[in-house]
């Protein structure tokens, strides 16, 4: 799809990894973004996952949740080896990233930040994560994802 390349989907296309971009329509203010991003897709939404910028003990980390969830800061911070986590502001997760709001990915970060996925991904054949833009998802194994971000997998999702 010519005009959609990101950090993102250019990482996934340089290490051969099979995936599918998947352009959508959603305001970037609509409240549960994430639920209506899964409707414009057609796909249940827990298969759709938001990348959440956190400091866990003063350091940046990349939450990979469903957007049907919420993420649990404490089981954050104990699946990084931390005692606490918040997250992070607006201004330094956009800065750390590259990304804007609404288009975080957890591929192709301007630096590297450490990973974590919920476990709940790997019962799926793909997930769809932010391409990196508003308005496109990357659809893509979670052994992938995990592979690409040297992730760890742990239950994130507060019940």
């Not at 940046?60 to 918040?86: H, I, M, Q, S, Y």
């Not at 994560?129 to 994802?145: I, M, P, W, Y």
């Amino acid at each position: 799809m010519a005009g959609q390349g990101t950090p993102a989907t250019a990482l996934v296309v340089k290490h051969g990894v099979a995936h599918r971009t998947h352009p959508y329509r959603v305001a970037p203010d609509a409240p549960n973004y994430g639920a209506l991003v899964a409707v414009a897709l057609g796909v249940p939404p827990e298969r759709v996952f938001k990348s959440l910028v956190t400091e866990v003990d003063g350091a940046l980390t990349v939450a990979v949740v469903p957007v049907t969830g919420e993420l649990d800061l404490k089981a954050l911070a104990a699946a990084v080896g931390g005692k606490r986590a918040t997250l992070a502001d607006r201004a330094v997760a956009e800065r750390a990233t590259g990304y804007v709001r609404g288009g975080i990915s957890p591929l192709g970060q301007r630096k590297r930040l450490p990973t974590v996925l919920d476990d709940s991904a790997l019962t799926f054949p793909t997930i769809y994560v932010s391409a990196g833009r508003r308005g496109l998802q990357l659809e893509l194994a979670a052994a992938d994802l995990v592979a690409l971000t040297d992730a760890r997998t742990a239950p994130l999702q507060t019940h």
